[in-house]
């Protein structure tokens, strides 16, 4: 029921409201990025609810340049302040109004990784995909790799959506940006 009718409502709300009180920084970061790194929207296609590919918008945090330059010379001080903050993906809250993401799900990862995923794996896009999800708010272990992580807890979250999960991720989320810290132990087992 709740993952039918009420999460897209809670979306909308949540989004909305989001839009609204970050649009005066949303202005400011666009003409920062537009004076100093070059257009400052990304556009990105990602596999979506059902595989289906959608255009991602983020804020742009690297410089353009040649085929094969290294990350590393593209980079600037705002771009790193911007990934670091999450900034960047402010412009997804229109990719959440569009109804091509949700506020939290698994995160939409590239179009060519669809052909990596064994056909339990896929099942993480019987779901939208969201801004934050399990994967995001979880510790990183040592000697675990990260992708298997990612997907068990993508997983996870796609038999168990729920409004009580979602706002566990959501209060997590929060507590990451402010604090910068990963902290939620919760979902472990499902990886280790």
């Not at 989004?15 to 537009?34: E, G, R």
Request: charged share 25%; hydrophobic share 45%.
């Amino acid at each position: 029921m709740y993952h039918t009718y009420f999460k897209r409502i809670l979306d909308i709300i949540s989004c909305l409201s989001l839009i609204l009180i970050f649009f005066p920084i949303m202005i400011v970061i666009f003409i920062l990025v537009w004076l100093k790194i070059g257009f400052p929207i990304f556009f990105h296609k990602r596999p979506g609810l059902n595989n289906k590919i959608f255009v991602l918008y983020k804020f742009k945090t690297l410089h353009d340049a040649p085929p094969g330059t290294p990350e590393k010379k593209r980079q600037s001080s705002l771009g790193d302040f911007l990934r670091k903050t999450g900034l960047d993906e402010l412009p997804q809250l229109f990719n959440v109004i569009q109804n091509k993401m949700s506020l939290i799900g698994p995160r939409p990862l590239l179009v060519e990784y669809l052909d990596k995923y064994s056909v339990y794996e896929k099942k993480r896009h019987l779901v939208k995909p969201g801004i934050t999800g399990l994967a995001q708010i979880s510790p990183n272990k040592s000697g675990i790799k990260l992708w298997k992580k990612s997907i068990k807890l993508d997983l996870f979250y796609v038999s168990n959506v729920s409004f009580l999960l979602d706002i566990k991720i959501l209060f997590e989320t929060v507590k990451l940006v402010i604090l910068k810290k990963k902290q939620y132990q919760d979902f472990n087992k499902f990886y280790e």
